[in-house]
């Protein structure tokens, strides 16, 4: 005999399926599966670019890929293209294709690019400085700074002797006594024996005289009138009057990159500081002029 129980039982059997898949999406529904986690793709990191100065006053220049000679003279004024020759140590016949070059950024006054102080605190009338670390010279007059400009100083064969020299004589045009065929303009005599001089010749970018200081055209023009010669006594035989003065000291690195190179990442490259100046005087010029005035 079936109870009521089973007769329920019997009743629902047909459902019990629908019931349980029911019940089973339900559960998937409320449950859901994180998703897992995607793996990261290791891809290899750029190294960090080097920081770059912007120094204000210079820019480098590659003369390659397109960027021609021509082109970034094109750019630049009258002045700034002397600028140019200045920063590289070189003159036009010298810039090359293929070559990375310094470049004035935007002013016109060379005086804003000088590696020289503006001033000194201790000077004569009028001196002139050679570095031959930097290859550039400096004009003073009365303490401030009236002209700068590259030089190129004798090779490590025949270096330019460091030391304190004087301008004697000058004449618009002479020739070398190395080699007769070599031109010498607006020449300026320092070593009456040695024949060490000041004039205008090819600046090829690094040291390349026999001992001379060769300059840009437009600075030998320039302290051609400008520096004082030597004067005579009346029989010739003996220097009443020394000429301006000429300090050459520091010495060349030789076999390394030239300093102006780095002016494009370190302004401070060429930078010539008062205190160094004030020490080559001490050590060349003072003990001169004290000579000189204990035997008047």
Not at 105 to 132: A, H, Q
Not at 185 to 193: A, V
């Amino acid at each position: 005999m079936n109870t009521d129980d089973d007769l329920a039982s019997t009743r629902l059997q047909p459902y019990f399926p629908i019931v349980i898949l029911t019940l089973f999406v339900l559960s998937c529904s409320e449950k859901k599966e994180e998703p897992k986690p995607v793996p990261q793709r290791k891809t290899a990191q750029a190294p960090a670019a080097a920081p770059k100065r912007d120094t204000g006053l210079y820019r480098s220049y590659y003369l390659s890929g397109g960027r021609s000679l021509t082109d970034l003279l094109s750019k630049l004024s009258d002045a700034q293209k002397l600028i140019l020759y200045k920063l590289n140590r070189r003159d036009l016949k010298h810039l090359k294709e293929g070559d990375s070059v310094v470049v004035p950024n935007s002013t016109d006054n060379e005086m804003d690019y000088s590696p020289f102080p503006l001033s000194l605190s201790d000077s004569t009338l009028k001196i002139i400085f050679v570095d031959r670390r930097i290859q550039a010279f400096a004009a003073y007059d009365s303490g401030r700074l009236v002209r700068w400009g590259p030089t190129s100083t004798g090779k490590k064969t025949t270096p330019t002797p460091e030391g304190l020299y004087h301008t004697n004589w000058k004449s618009k045009e002479t020739h070398s006594t190395v080699n007769g065929n070599w031109v010498l303009k607006w020449y300026f005599n320092l070593d009456n024996l040695e024949g060490v001089s000041l004039h205008e010749y090819e600046l090829p970018g690094y040291p390349a005289s026999h001992s001379c200081v060769r300059l840009l055209a437009e600075d030998a023009f320039w302290i051609y009138n400008w520096a004082d010669q030597w004067k005579l006594s009346p029989d010739r035989s003996k220097v009443d009057t020394t000429g301006t003065p000429v300090i050459v000291y520091n010495n060349y690195g030789y076999g390394k990159l030239p300093p102006w190179k780095k002016l494009a990442i370190d302004p401070t490259a060429t930078t010539v500081s008062d205190s160094l100046l004030h020490s080559a005087q001490q050590r060349w010029l003072i003990p001169a002029k004290t000579a000189v005035a204990t035997v008047q």
